[in-house]
């Protein structure tokens, strides 16, 4: 039996580990640059290494530069309880997003160390490589790799701007490992990251109990007009893509707003061929981001978008390319793992609520291939990939607390 439950982090070292990992990398708007398998990515991941590494845990690094830092538990057969997120951080980034998921890691096992607690299961905290895919594109590199999603070779080769390679800048920053980059058994997984919206931050919530990830539709839609004069041409005699675009759009938005709270959708690029003051464009390029966390609903959503399209279309003469550039499918967590979840902030008391990540993150890789769920913080005014991006001492403490009684119930 777990007779663990009064057992907590230690806030302030948790905070003071935060505030070290800062300095690495550190802008002087107050944020983060560190972005993946940089020297400052080294630094970052040799201080984790350091710190897991004085508590006795075994560091294993796999292929595609994941780190494990493994605490045995008392029966080393049975499969781990994991936990992670990553270090590295956009370009201009904050102190915390990933970074608390790690470091919420490393203070549950300074917690486990300091108390003498032996866990049946073993635990293990990891950091993935390469999230924010930033330098080196896609995101969610390490976890991509270790559950199947990309290929290790073709990662190895994939380059930055200045034309140096994922696989070369591993053997560079000493994190190229030699563990295969696949799953080994595994009990359940667990991710502690900022909100990186607004929502719990409105609802007075500290701990958001993530029940899945939004599934998510790109779009590149092409509408094809007839160039012509801007002043001679009349109105009805004009083949105007951006008339078709405009109740396009419009629709966009009312589909988000139908399928309310949770629907998305975002118009981020608008790209007018020739492009020129005075003459009807001839091609217009849009790109359309449609978001839910039900599946049947962004299906219905894309659906009516297509519908949509013909008939605006049609009305104006225009002609019409709807192309899907990327799908994610809606990830539903583990029942297993949000109980875990739940039953710990119950116990523990924080004000709290069941919340979608409308972000994407490694979880929705590891969610592919072990029981998996995720705990918010609130992050304030929403704000993440910023170097604004903060959070309150208090509510990271309690996450780490929610974590950590979840972990427990687990590995137990
Ligand atoms: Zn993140």
């Known amino acids: 039996m777990n007779d663990n439950s009064t057992l907590r982090v230690n806030q302030q070292r948790l905070w003071d580990s935060l505030m070290q990992m800062a300095e690495i990398g550190a802008t002087n708007k107050g944020g983060c640059n560190r972005q993946a398998l940089t020297g400052l990515d080294k630094q970052a991941r040799d201080l984790f290494v350091c710190n897991c590494r004085q508590l006795g ?28 997120s990553h270090l590295d951080t956009q370009p201009t980034g904050g102190k915390f997003d990933g970074v608390y998921g790690v470091l919420a890691g490393l203070e549950i096992l300074r917690v486990l160390t300091e108390h003498r607690i032996e866990t049946e299961h073993p635990i293990e905290v990891i950091v993935w490589t390469n999230e924010e895919g930033s330098r080196f594109s896609p995101a969610c590199m390490g976890s991509g790799v270790w559950s199947g999603n990309l290929a290790l070779h073709d990662t190895y080769q994939t380059m930055d701007k200045e034309g ?23 009990k359940a997984a667990f991710e502690a990251h900022i909100e990186q919206g ?13 029940t899945g990830i939004q599934g998510l539709r790109w779009y590149e839609l092409t509408l094809g007009g007839m160039p012509c004069h801007a002043g001679p041409t009349p ?27 949770w629907g998305r959708a975002t118009i981020g690029d608008i790209q007018a061929l020739p492009g020129s003051p005075n003459t009807v464009p001839e091609t217009l390029k849009i790109n359309i981001d449609l978001r839910h966390p039900q599946a049947n609903v962004v299906a219905d959503m894309a659906d009516k978008l297509a519908l949509k399209v013909i008939e605006c279309c049609k009305e104006h003469e225009v002609t019409h390319q709807l192309q899907e550039t990327w799908r994610m499918e809606v990830t539903n967590f583990a029942p297993q793992c949000i109980s875990a979840v739940t039953s710990a902030v119950e116990s523990l008391g924080y004000p ?12 929705l890789y590891v969610a592919q291939q072990v029981p998996t769920s995720m705990i918010f913080v609130p992050c304030e005014g929403g704000l993440s990939h910023n170097e604004a991006e903060n959070a309150q001492s208090d509510d990271l403490a309690a996450g780490a607390n929610v974590l950590l009684q979840a972990i427990l119930q687990q590995a137990y």
């Open 352 to 363: 709290h609520m069941e919340i979608v990540s409308g972000a994407g993150h490694d979880s």
């Open 198 to 210: 607004p929502i719990l931050e409105k609802q007075h919530k500290q701990i958001g109990i993530v």
């Open 57 to 84: 845990c075994d560091i294993l690094i796999d292929e595609i530069g994941n780190i494990f830092a493994r605490r045995p538990g008392k029966n080393n057969q049975l499969p781990a309880v994991i936990t992670g």
């Open 164 to 186: 140096l390679t994922v696989g070369d800048e591993l053997k560079r920053i000493g994190y190229k490992g030699n563990l295969s980059a696949t799953p080994r058994p595994i």
């Open 235 to 261: 109105m009805e005699d004009r083949k105007d893509p951006v008339q078709a675009m405009l109740p396009i759009l419009q629709f966009c938005y009312q589909l988000a707003t139908d399928n309310g709270p």
